[in-house]
């Protein structure tokens, strides 16, 4: 029995008393408890990553980074024991970016933060509509926005859009809102419309569209006329080559 448990006992020791390292990630901004670092748009975020352990660190331990799961290019002294990674300025893209450090030669040790940018709403859509009376007039509103704006609305010339006295009906999915109005009268839609986004921590914003209406124009159906021209030119060729082929015989 102490043949066998003899050996297994004394690796065991030496594992317990070999040094663990582990890696660690301090940002400025700080990072959260859970991982995340809070940050806006065009800012900096200094990331340094660094070996910790419960003695002298071997400066020799060299350290990777990962954007996604993407090496990071990293410079030679910028790499053993300590390393550093600078994001500027933040972009769209970092939103939901996750930095990893780990050592080289052991992808266990590792350490992670993600990025979290907000930033305030943006909106798009037309801003120049004409439409025809009887009509259909569609207004579209989509915004961008982190976090996801917490309202949008409409006003017509200032005031609040009144779904009943224009025939309005209203889609809303929180990232893109729809107006629309089937029958469109010039007294009643013809102005200028405004998409306001609401967001928790920015306050509102807002996109103009402009909404001109023009007098009905009659529209001929296409189709068939090209066929009625068609057929009236088929049947006066054929009325030609007839006529020249009576000719024809009469000289013959």
């Known amino acids: 029995m102490k043949a066998i448990f003899g050996p297994v006992l004394f690796h065991l020791l030496l594992f317990c008393a070999a040094p663990t390292f582990g890696v660690r990630i301090q940002s400025v901004p700080a990072v959260t408890s859970d991982g995340v670092i809070q940050t806006e748009l065009e800012r900096t975020v200094s990331l340094v990553c660094q070996l910790d352990a419960g003695h002298e660190t071997p400066v020799d331990e060299e350290l990777v980074w990962l954007r996604n799961g993407q090496a990071v290019s990293l410079t030679e002294g910028n790499k053993k024991g300590r390393s550093s990674v600078c994001v500027t300025p933040i972009i769209y893209e970092d939103n939901g970016a996750t930095f990893t450090c780990h050592l080289s030669k052991n992808v266990t040790v590792t350490a992670s933060v993600t990025l979290n940018v907000t930033y305030h709403p943006q909106l798009s859509g037309s801003e120049e509509v004409e439409v025809e009376e009887e009509a259909e007039l569609v207004l579209r509103c989509d915004s961008w926005a982190n976090p996801p704006v917490s309202s949008l609305s409409w006003t017509l010339n200032g005031s609040v859009v009144d779904l009943t006295v224009g025939r309005f009906s209203l ?82």
Do not use: M
Not at 176 to 202: M, R, W
Not at 213 to 235: M, R
């Open 171 to 252: 889609t809303n999915d929180g990232c893109t809102s729809q107006l629309s109005a089937n029958l469109v009268e010039k007294g009643l839609h013809e102005g200028t419309y405004q998409c306001i986004a609401t967001s928790p921590i920015y306050g509102e914003s807002s996109r103009q569209f402009r909404v001109t209406v023009t007098e009905k124009t009659l529209k001929l159906p296409l189709y068939p006329i090209i066929a009625g021209v068609v057929v009236v030119c088929l049947t006066g060729l054929l009325a030609v080559v007839s006529r020249w082929t009576k000719i024809s015989k009469c000289c013959g």
